[in-house]
């Protein structure tokens, strides 16, 4: 789970310059700003089952 935070992390960083130039009418950077934002959301949705999992397997009912 905290790997796949890291990678979030990193991917949000490295987006950062695309997301100005987008912002400032580069087409380009707006289309590496949507792939980016896809993965993401992929990550997103991957630490989300993770954290579910966990709580799950952590419950000792």
């Known amino acids: 789970m905290l790997e796949t935070y890291e990678q979030l992390q990193q991917l949000i960083t490295e987006v950062e310059d695309d997301v100005r130039k987008a912002a400032g009418g580069n087409k380009a950077a707006g289309t590496r700003v949507r792939k ?14 993770q954290v579910l999992e966990s709580r799950d397997g952590s419950e000792g009912g």
């Open 36 to 49: 980016a934002m896809q993965d993401v959301k992929n990550l997103c949705q991957t630490m989300r089952k």
